[in-house]
């Protein structure tokens, strides 16, 4: 069993940035590929970056965030990190932590666990 607790969201100019933080409780955190899901209002929840169990593993961008946007890993400390800059109006949404158990942390693999959700707010 996997808890994850994400924190780090808040309200942001357009232009901006903001670092999203995910802790994850348990012993086994390096085993699991790791990724940031996002739902905007009347949206379905989209996956938008994943990261390999290796902090130096694979990463996987949505087109919409690539090269703005950057997964990382400490899993000294079992917690993924976002790093989020040049926010636009359109990356308004509840961003999402999610763990799966096969450690490759790619778009298609099925997400087990998640987090509660942190809000994040861009302004044009």
């Known amino acids: 069993q996997v808890q994850l607790v994400e924190s780090g969201g808040g309200l942001v100019q357009a232009g901006g940035s903001l670092r999203l933080s995910c802790v994850a409780s348990g012993r086994t955190f390096s085993s699991y590929g790791m990724g940031w899901f996002r739902q905007a209002p009347g949206k379905e929840r989209e996956f938008v970056v994943g990261i390999s169990r290796s902090a130096a593993g694979l990463k996987y961008y949505a087109d919409s965030v690539k090269g703005r946007f950057t997964i990382s890993r400490d899993n000294a400390k079992n917690t993924v990190y976002l790093q989020m800059n040049s926010l636009e109006p359109e990356d308004t949404a509840v961003y999402y932590c999610?763990?799966?158990?096969?450690?490759?942390?790619?778009?298609?693999?099925?997400?087990?666990?998640w987090g509660q959700g942190t809000q994040v707010t861009v302004s044009s």
């Open positions: 999610a763990a799966e158990s096969t450690g490759r942390g790619g778009p298609r693999a099925s997400y087990d666990y």
